[in-house]
T-cell receptor
Framework: SQQGEEDPQALSIQEGENATMNCSYKTSINNLQWYRQNSGRGLVHLILIRSNEREKHSGRLRVTLDTSKKSSSLLITASRAADTASYFCATDVTGTASKLTFGTGTRLQVTL | NAGVMQNPRHLVRRRGQEARLRCSPM?????VYWYRQLPEEGLKFMVYLQKENIIDESGMPKERFSAEFPKEGPSILRIQQVVRGDSAAYFC?????????????FGPGTRLLVL
């Protein structure tokens, strides 16, 4: 498996429900970032969580980080149709000059 | 403050031609990263540059690909003698790289199609 694997690969929910996406990684990190990508578009930065942090909130987003399990989760509460996108976790691996290693993403579909 | 700018947004080349992709980082950012994204995949790191220096090119193919970030002007990713396998979206990101400001801000990407 590769650094930064998201789970599930695809998720379909109804508007108003919560969406949870998970990310696992292999090596020590400085920080972990979550990005959103709408189809055919660029990446939008959502949230950055450092290796010494356990949880972070931003609006309807909640990110957790468990460095002992090398995993992170992204929770989107009260989802909206506009949340439909691919979500990627990216790790800033220690000692790699801040290049990001991306997973393959979770494709979230929010239906009305 | 304008975001990261990339041009062209779409580029079509025939096999054997050269592709030149440009990236202007956000104002105040001196660090540029290039990533490639194949369809239905995540982004793969290619190269990390600071002004006039290549810091890490571990993700760059050994042949045909080169990158620069001159003192003046945008960063350029150059692909010589393109092949169909080079068809992908190429994203540029920039950051100020100060402790506490490691977020990378991405441009809209250049979608390269090689015929």
């Amino acid at each position: 498996s590769q650094q930064g694997e998201e789970d599930p690969q695809a998720l379909s929910i109804q508007e108003g429900e919560n969406a949870t996406m998970n990310c696992s990684y292999k090596t020590s990190i400085n920080n972990l970032q979550w990005y959103r990508q709408n189809s055919g578009r660029g990446l939008v930065h959502l949230i950055l969580i450092r290796s010494n942090e356990r949880e972070k909130h931003s609006g309807r987003l909640r990110v957790t980080l468990d460095t002992s399990k090398k995993s992170s989760s992204l929770l989107i509460t009260a989802s909206r149709a506009a949340d439909t996108a691919s979500y990627f976790c990216a790790t800033d691996v220690t000692g790699t000059a801040s290049k990001l290693t991306f997973g393959t993403g979770t494709r979230l579909q929010v239906t009305l | 403050n304008a975001g990261v700018m990339q041009n062209p947004r779409h580029l079509v080349r025939r096999r054997g031609q050269e592709a030149r992709l440009r990236c202007s980082p956000m104002k105040g950012h001196s660090h540029v990263y290039w990533y490639r994204q194949l369809p239905e995949e995540g982004l793969k790191f290619m190269v990390y540059l600071q002004k006039e220096n290549i810091i890490d090119e571990s993700g760059m193919p050994k042949e045909r690909f080169s990158a620069e970030f001159p003192k003046e002007g945008p960063s350029i990713l150059r692909i010589q003698q393109v092949v169909r396998g080079d068809s992908a979206a190429y994203f540029c990101a920039s950051s100020p790289y100060q402790r506490g400001l490691e977020t990378q801000y991405f441009g809209p990407g250049t979608r390269l199609l090689v015929l």
